[in-house]
């Protein structure tokens, strides 16, 4: 309460200092208040908000002729050969769960016409999953077309079921 007393004394005492000035004090005195508001208005928002807009606005060119390159290296550049699997669909499966050492994580697989199946994946590493998934895409183009992941009790360990398709 006692910095209340102290600002409401304070403000009575600067109040009392405005009405002894003569009117054309006062009216300076506003005037140069006015003048300080808007001088520092416009150095310390507008000035910096054209600046910015003058440079993103000079950046456009530039970002255009980049955007144009790309497009004609996109173009120029070949477009990257889906790999195809070999034998079917679930024997792919097999050998890869085989080379990555997780067979013995396979609870079931189930086909689900020539081009997609159905795997549980039972008590394996979440990054070694990740992993498996990410080279069967890579390596025959292999696609995950709905998976369900559960945690286990074991941090980092998860049950997973996942739908696969060849897309052939």
């Known amino acids: 309460m006692t910095t209340l007393a102290n600002?409401?004394?304070?403000?009575?005492?600067?109040?009392?200092?405005?009405?002894?000035?003569?009117?054309?004090?006062?009216?300076?005195v506003a005037t140069a208040l006015v003048a300080l508001l808007l001088t520092s208005i416009y150095h310390l928002y507008w000035k910096p908000m054209t600046v910015s807009v003058n440079h993103l606005k000079s950046e456009i060119p530039v970002a255009q002729t980049q955007l144009a390159e790309m497009r004609i290296?996109?173009?120029?550049?070949?477009?990257?050969?889906?790999?195809?699997?070999?034998?079917?669909?679930?024997?792919?499966?097999?050998?890869?769960l085989e080379t990555h050492g997780i067979r013995d994580k396979l609870g079931s697989m189930e086909p689900g016409g020539d081009t997609t199946a159905k795997l549980t994946l039972e008590q394996i590493e979440y990054t070694h999953l990740v992993k498996w998934l990410l080279n069967l895409s890579r390596q025959f183009g292999i696609k995950v077309e709905s998976t369900t992941?559960?945690?286990?009790?074991?941090?980092?360990?998860?049950?997973?079921?996942?739908?696969?398709?060849?897309g052939s």
């Open 73 to 96: 290296q996109a173009l120029k550049s070949p477009r990257p050969v889906t790999p195809r699997l070999s034998g079917g669909l679930l024997p792919a499966l097999e050998k890869s």
């Open 7 to 28: 600002l409401s004394a304070k403000y009575e005492q600067a109040f009392q200092y405005w009405r002894s000035r003569s009117p054309r004090e006062q009216i300076l």
């Open 149 to 166: 992941i559960s945690a286990t009790d074991v941090t980092g360990i998860v049950t997973a079921r996942i739908t696969l398709s060849s």
